[in-house]
T-cell receptor, first 117, second 111 residues
């Protein structure tokens, strides 16, 4: 079974440009999460999808960030326009709802390292 | 607001030693607590997940305990090996799926 995959692994862009990160969760996982780790800080929750619906986007920094999960499969996270403080590693994770019983174990992708110059 | 603290921030031990990593959280209304391992430049690997109704979970040389009322969890690693060297992260999830991470404990096991 394939794990969570993320693309690209690295992205270097200039301030003001747009970048789109992609996450493919484990097949059949309804829950998809985005997280970010900036230099020297802990991993921060950004948002959570259940299938195609955003359940909690309280961690999104501002309206320059837009996450989508069309069709409830893969997800994209777009940053437009990118700022210097957006640099960091963006992780995606997925978990299985398991019907009435939440199984909850989150499986993480390798992350996308974003550098904004 | 939930806060997760991990102590110590870094730890260096000789091979074969048993060790304990600590995690504390401020809001006891959690749904579960998960321990992860992260190797440099890699993603997170789930080690153990403890539901709020459980007291402990074991996997091989790892044992994680949870005392929800006091807001504490420990990860016990028996007979440590150089391959255990990594950063260990504790994360708590609330009933709404939001997950809060600690800053991690960086472990180095010397051969």
């Amino acid at each position: 079974e394939a794990g969570v995959t993320q693309f690209p692994s690295h992205s270097v862009i200039e301030k003001g440009q747009t970048v789109t990160l992609r996450c493919d969760p484990i097949s059949g996982h309804d829950n998809l999460y985005w997280y970010r780790r900036v230099m020297g800080k802990e991993i921060k929750f950004l948002l959570h999808f259940v299938k195609e619906s955003k359940q909690d986007e309280s961690g999104m920094p501002n309206n320059r960030f837009l996450a989508e999960r069309t069709g409830g499969t893969y997800s994209t996270l777009k940053v437009q326009p990118a700022e210097l403080e957006d640099s960091g590693v963006y992780f995606c994770a997925s978990s299985h709802s398991g019907g009435r019983a939440r199984t909850d174990t989150q499986y993480f992708g390798p992350g996308t390292r974003l550098t904004v110059l | 607001k939930q806060e997760v603290t991990q102590i110590p921030a870094a730890l260096s031990v000789p091979e074969g030693e048993n060790l304990v990593l600590n995690c504390s959280f401020t809001d006891s209304a959690i749904y579960n607590l998960q321990w992860f391992r992260q190797d440099p430049g890699k993603g997170l690997t789930s080690l153990l997940l403890i539901q709020s109704s459980q007291r402990e979970q074991t996997s091989g040389r790892l044992n994680a305990s949870l005392d929800k009322s006091s807001g504490r969890s420990t990860l016990y690693i028996a007979a440590s090996q150089p391959g255990d060297s990594a950063t260990y992260l504790c994360a708590v999830q609330d009933g709404g799926f939001k997950t809060i991470f600690g800053a991690g404990t960086r472990l180095f096991v010397k051969a």
